[in-house]
């Protein structure tokens, strides 16, 4: 009798376990993907004594930090760090490869985003018309529509039209990006919609971005204070048009007309808060987080790198562009825990690419650092062709550091591709600014598992790269020697933070490596949805509860 007792609690302890094992844990009402344009992982660390306690520090100290995040493929910019976040994977796969890129089936130059198909919504300009068209993965944001029977809303707001639309997928309700000039006015593109939502058409009626230019830039604090920066007056920053300076303050109302009206709004601190304005405003307008089913809500954060091309990351100016950025971050939390309420949304912040530091100020420190011309090494790829082949007409484009190659005239001349690629890497190597080069056929026939011609291989794709592809000297740019830039494949542009934070997301960190294709498979698996389709990422599990 006893052992029979024992027995029977034994199984209904037991099958107790089972059912609380079974239960699935309560998914996020809203989530919240967060890209800081041009933010280097030294952002958190260097600023981090002079950031308040609830807005970076809030996510790092109850959040999951991943200490040595990387990108791991070529070229770092803007709309390739955004596909790859939300899609898992790299341009070998998403077909983003760039900004902007030569198309060798429509020989001409493209845009990301650009598609004619399409008309503005919001204004009569020609500024959306635009669609996620060109990137062939579906991201995160179309997987949970798809897994939620499209009963759910994915939004996706920034400055940037390439940061707004890529984040937003194939399926969003709506993205939105700002169209600066005389009108000032966020639109977006009748590939989501016929028609501003009266919410937006509210929000540009409000007066809110003329209201932000109507006061100088001038540091947070006393100028003296910011000791993580270097002189405010030096001869590495870049000044907006009408200015003999480029130190505080930076008078804003005096400086608008000569520098794009209501577009210089995006290259000031008061561009982010703009920005997180209008999220706050979309999470109301749309009534994100309050239905039966998860939404998304993707906020690019776009004057970080507007400040950081102009002013590089050693200025006073990305110094306070931080401190200011932190406290909208502060007041976005506190308006979420308000609005969907703690423990009900899910953060990830991230960027989609870093920077390098100036390299004439490198170049003051005797730290090697160049400065790349792409007019003399198109003239020299020239000299080369009429040396080897007798003939400056082989060449198609050069830009993004590859080379296209007429197919046609090396075939009239009884040549071959790989024969002139081949030459043309042997001989380019040999030129100034010139690291690393290689043929598109060595990277379809050969494996690189890492370092840097692994990364340039995750970012060549066979049917849009080029037939030669390049890798300059590390600290190299091209153009003027204020400011700085990126897209290459070293770490001051591929170490960035990514930071989980909120519902489903453990307290810690790690100093594992971790790629930025890793971000969308693990909220996919946190929200128990199918990873992008043509994901690459694995899932970051120590972030997950």
Partial sequence: MKNSIIYLFAIVILFSGFKSNAKNPEKPKLVVGIVIDQMRYDYLTRFYNRYGENGFKRLLNNGFSLENAQYNYIPTYTAVGHTSIY?????????????????????????????????????????????????????????????????????????????????????????????????????????????????????????????????????????NTYKNSILDDNVYEGKFKGETSSTFPHNIPTLKNDNGNYSIIKAIPAGNSFTADFAKAAIIGENLGKGEFTDFLAVSFSS????????????????????????????LLSFLDKEIGKDKYTVFLTADHAAVDVPAYLQSLKIPAHYFSNRKFNEEVLEITQKYFN???????????????????????????TVVADKLVEEIINLDGIYKAVTAKTLQTARFTDGIMNSLQNGYNQKYSGDVLMIPFPATLTGGKTGTSHGSGYSYDTHIPIIFYGNGIQQGSSKKRHEIIDIAPTIANLLQIEAPNSSTGKIIVEALK
């Fill in 87 to 223: 899609t898992g994977t790299t341009p070998d796969n998403h077909g983003i490869i760039s900004n902007n890129w030569y198309d060798k089936f429509l020989k001409e130059s493209i845009y990301c985003v650009d598609d004619d198909t399409y008309t503005t919504v919001g204004n009569d300009s020609n500024e959306g018309k635009k669609s996620p068209f060109k990137m062939q993965s579906t991201t995160i944001t179309d997987q949970l529509r798809l897994a939620q029977n499209m009963q759910n809303k994915t939004i996706s707001v920034s400055i940037k039209d390439r940061s707004a639309i890529l984040p937003a997928g194939h399926t969003a309700n709506g993205a939105y990006w700002f169209d600066g000039g005389s009108r000032g006015q966020f639109i977006s593109s009748s590939f989501y919609m016929d028609a501003l939502p009266n919410w937006v058409t509210d929000f540009n009626n409000s007066g809110k971005a003329a209201a932000y230019l109507e006061q100088p830039w001038e540091t947070l604090y006393d100028v």
């Fill in 304 to 331: 970080t790198d507007y400040v950081g091309h102009q002013f590089g990351p050693t200025s006073i100016e990305i110094e306070d562009t931080y401190l200011r950025l932190d406290k909208d971050l502060a007041d």
């Fill in 391 to 417: 003939s400056t007409e082989l060449i198609e484009n050069i830009s993004n550091y590859q080379i296209f190659l007429d197919k046609d005239k090396i075939e009239s001349l009884g040549l071959t591709k």
